[in-house]
T-cell receptor
Framework: QQQVKQSPQSLIVQKGGISIINCAYE??????FPWYQQFPGKGPALLIA?????SEKKEGRFTISFNKSAKQFSLHIMDSQPGDSATYFC????????????FGKGTKLTVNP | EPEVTQTPSHQVTQMGQEVILRCVPI?????FYWYRQILGQKVEFLVS????????KSEIFDDQFSVERPDGSNFTLKIRSTKLEDSAMYFC??????????FGNGTRLTVT
């Protein structure tokens, strides 16, 4: 119930292409869904986040699509750049209380020049 | 931009020894967390801390683990008797009421 399932495990995209990473959750009490970007040797950094009252959120080249009925959400990176090469984690939490994040297993994205 | 600061960046210890991992959260934040990431795996929640007490802990956070906020700025994670399987990257994180979670760059703990 507390799991967040993420796919694919790894993704190789050409520069300028679209990167798509998918996540699914089971706990309908989750009400906050962030995506984190992690470079080697660094901590996860918040990229973009969404709450279930909207179906899409866009910030620059990054878009979250959210499907509440399917309990799925995805990250789309448009015009992918070599600098986007990193590991991406989806996560979910319940606002209020401890607000702990439950993370997916991560997707290693490689953008080839 | 304010940062969560963790020290040391790398700690090597022998099995059975005690280690203390140190963190300085962002100054106006009220919620503090420890997460860990075993090499190549997902980030896992260990413990959350608010108002000078643990608000939630995971099954990983057993009696060998403890947290403390000894003063107004530091937040520590102590592992009393380290095991080989405690080898991981440990991340401290903090947040305010309406802010997202900010992570430090982690302490890599190697238990030999």
């Amino acid at each position: 119930q507390q799991q967040v399932k993420q796919s694919p495990q790894s993704l190789i995209v050409q520069k300028g292409g679209i990167s798509i990473i998918n996540c699914a959750y089971e706990n309908t009490a989750f009400d906050y869904f962030p995506w984190y970007q992690q470079f080697p040797g660094k901590g996860p950094a918040l990229l973009i986040a969404i709450r279930p009252d909207v179906s899409e959120k866009k910030e620059g080249r990054f878009t979250i699509s959210f499907n509440k009925s399917a309990k799925q959400f995805s990250l789309h990176i448009m015009d992918s750049q070599p600098g986007d090469s990193a590991t991406y984690f989806c996560a979910a939490s319940i606002q209020g209380g401890s607000e702990k994040l439950v993370f997916g297993k991560g997707t290693k994205l490689t953008v080839n020049p | 931009e304010p940062e969560v600061t963790q020290t040391p960046s790398h700690q090597v210890t022998q099995m059975g020894q005690e280690v203390i991992l140190r963190c300085v959260p962002i100054s106006n934040h009220l919620y503090f967390y420890w997460y860990r990431q075993i090499l190549g795996q997902k980030v896992e929640f260990l413990v959350s801390f608010y108002n000078n007490e643990i608000s939630e802990k995971s099954e990983i956070f057993d009696d060998q683990f403890s947290v403390e906020r000894p003063d107004g700025s530091n937040f520590t994670l102590k592992i009393r008797s380290t095991k080989l399987e405690d080898s991981a990257m440990y991340f401290c994180a903090s947040k305010d009421y309406n802010s997202p979670l900010h992570f430090g760059n982690g302490t890599r703990l190697t238990v030999t």
